[in-house]
């Protein structure tokens, strides 16, 4: 007779921070500066990326991911992908960046959709979106300077 062991495949977790310098968080400014250096120099300006930056409760960064990697003008991100990656490091916060090849920094409507969406599910998870910043390397735009997180 099998067991339930046997038939059904186990799950695990893992999350290895290992050794790494924490960057606190207090401004828009300040995430876009650890941001940027996540990006790649060499395709900022012509594929749209995605990377969310999972903080702890002191807003302190926990590690990055890079959610998704489009063409040249957009970049799928599945929220599923997203927030059960924020779960498995035990995070409390996220700040989600994606890049407009073009350089214009100005958000689409998709864009405001999305941002909206998230941050009413990390509510319920009580997972705080604390901005949504479209990036290029000669700026930045915050939906939550812009009074955009609602």
């Not at 960057?23 to 650890?34: E, F, T």
Request: hydrophobic share 40%.
């Amino acid at each position: 007779m099998k067991t339930l062991k046997s038939i059904l495949p186990e799950l695990s977790i893992r999350y290895s921070p290992g050794e790494h310098q924490k960057i606190k968080i207090k401004k828009a400014s300040d995430a876009y500066s650890l941001i940027l250096s996540l990006y790649d120099a060499g395709t900022i300006e012509y594929i749209e990326t995605a990377i969310v930056v999972f903080l702890n409760r002191a807003n302190e960064s926990l590690g990055w991911f890079k959610i998704s990697s489009g063409g040249t003008a957009c970049a799928i991100i599945d929220a599923k992908v997203l927030f059960a990656t924020a779960l498995q490091c035990g995070a409390s916060a996220f700040i989600l960046s994606h890049n407009h090849p073009s350089g214009n920094l100005t958000p689409s409507e998709p864009d405001i959709k999305l941002t909206r969406d998230l941050n009413q599910i990390g509510k319920l998870l009580t997972l705080n979106m604390l901005d949504h910043l479209i990036v290029a390397p000669e700026g930045f735009y915050s939906f939550a300077d812009q009074g955009l997180l609602y």
